[in-house]
């Protein structure tokens, strides 16, 4: 997931939560004049691929997903790099060759599915990532169980090509990718168990695959799940991303279509933001609720374990839903969350607005007899050293990892990424041509960079990164049996 619904959707979606059709009107008009402020349409804003899968296309498998993929990668190179290339260079644009952030640099092209098998693996993985990027935001995790796993990773539809292509994306097209991956590697590895690592939208898809099984009458097929800024809620404002979208075909105004319209200078995420975008994953969190709300506790007590990561201050998702509609519903003692709390040094305390751990006192007192939680934290006031906390023993045990200077939280995007990443972490590889993302912001005069002020900003990688694969492993350890060999 990019962010909240936000501009136009939210004095529509404000206006449709209060039901007057003449603030619709109104909200409507203050959008048109909205409008004007952005940029015009690029090839890469209306450009549809014709080759993208879609959950009507039949019967497929995941090979048949793998093969239109395929055609869909050509496709793109047809109509979009082709018409690109007799252009002037624009050199922070990845949808012209040779620029700085075009995927053709890296040894692999992240923004497609992949798999590796593993003739040893004790367990199969499936890796799906979040809303508007890539694999790429699961590739270091896929590095990581290399080693021990069958591993795949999903690129979901509408994702790694051009931003249109989410303009018309359904959340039943990713519902169906989800399952098409899903059974591929359980046919891959057998009777070995699976484990799913979902990160924000790919959290939502791994546990709507899980509820549905279980509305089927199946048993889940996963054994363990793995969420990372898992997306269980938005606001309810993200209702006007319906209306806005619906708007824009009624009257023409393509702009509308979008939420932001940006510089497509990240080489394996979308800059811009389809308003379809927002409502689509609405809709998928809709469905979970749903789907949760019909559960009895029978098939509740068939959940497989699920273990989540969660930054206590998440600007895309609703973090408070994490707890409302996932373990406070559906958690049991195997369960476990853990929340990484903000750099609480004096200088970057006082910095922020308000607190956000005050919004989860209750959440943490509820949670003491249901799961297991964890609160990644100073050890100390003004102290950057961090300790990592347990809600429920009151053990509290020094990582070893401090917070970075300047930095006061960690974001939504962040907690895949660990330090040594090329693009997104702190430090730039000299010898690499490729554009580098996860450094210090530049300044200067505002208003000049392409690049908004507030993607500079925004913390990009996570500092506490080892520690959460050291959390991954032991659980996954005892929450993934391994069968034994006759």
Do not use: C
């Amino acid at each position: 997931m990019r962010r909240k619904v936000i501009g136009v959707s939210k004095h529509l979606g404000l206006a449709v939560f209060y039901g007057s059709l003449g603030t619709v009107v109104a909200a409507l008009a203050l959008g048109v004049f909205w409008l004007n402020s952005k940029p015009d349409l690029a090839l890469w804003h209306t450009t549809v691929l014709k080759q993208e899968y879609r959950a009507d296309n039949g019967d497929a498998t995941f090979s048949d997903y793998l093969q239109r993929e395929e055609r869909l990668f050509s496709e793109l190179e047809q109509r979009v790099y082709r018409r690109t290339d007799g252009l002037p260079l624009e050199p922070f644009n990845r949808y012209y060759h040779n620029s700085l952030s075009d995927p053709a640099l890296w040894p692999r092209n992240w923004n497609r599915s992949f798999e590796w098998p593993n003739p040893d693996a004790e367990f199969g993985v499936l890796l799906i990532h979040g809303m508007s990027d890539s694999p790429y935001y699961m590739a270091p995790l896929a590095r990581h169980f290399a080693d021990r796993a069958h591993v795949v990773g999903l690129r979901l539809p509408g994702h790694g090509t051009v931003p249109s292509m989410l303009t018309t994306l359904e959340w039943q097209d990713l519902q169906s990718a989800t399952r098409l991956a899903s059974d591929y590697l359980a046919q891959q590895v057998g009777n070995k168990p699976l484990l799913l690592v979902g990160f924000s939208t790919g959290a939502a898809l791994g546990l709507n695959h899980t509820l549905s099984r279980l509305a089927e009458g199946q048993a889940p097929q996963f054994d363990a799940m793995v969420f990372l800024s898992p997306a269980m809620g938005l606001a309810p404002i993200a209702q006007g991303a319906w209306w806005q979208n619906r708007f824009g075909q009624w009257l023409g105004l393509e702009k509308l279509a979008w939420e932001s319209l940006a510089l497509e200078y990240h080489p394996f995420k979308y800059g811009s933001f389809a308003v379809n975008a927002g409502d689509v994953v609405y809709q998928l969190i809709q469905a979970n609720q749903a789907l949760i709300g019909a559960l009895s506790p029978e098939q509740i007590a068939t959940m497989p374990p699920v273990l989540t990561f969660n930054s206590v201050i998440d600007e895309t998702v609703d973090t408070q839903a994490l707890f409302e509609s996932l373990y406070l519903t559906l958690g049991k003692p195997e369960d476990e969350l853990v929340l990484f709390d903000i750099n609480r040094t004096w200088l970057d305390y006082r910095l922020l607005t308000q607190d956000p751990i005050e919004d989860y006192t209750l959440f943490l007192d509820a949670s003491q007899t249901r799961f297991r939680t964890t609160i990644v934290e100073n050890i100390g006031p003004g102290q950057p050293e961090v300790q990592a906390r347990e809600i429920q023993s009151g053990e509290a045990m020094p990582l070893g990892i401090a917070w970075p200077r300047e930095v006061h939280s960690l974001s939504h995007v962040a907690l895949t990424i660990p330090e040594a990443d090329p693009l997104l972490g702190p430090h730039r590889d000299r010898e690499r041509r490729h554009i580098h993302l996860g450094g210090q912001a530049v300044r200067g005069e505002r208003g000049m960079l392409a690049i908004p002020s507030d993607e500079l900003l925004r913390q990009k990688w996570n500092p506490f990164y080892p520690y959460l694969i050291e959390r991954v492993d032991e659980w996954t350890d005892r929450m993934v049996s391994i069968p034994e060999v006759e």
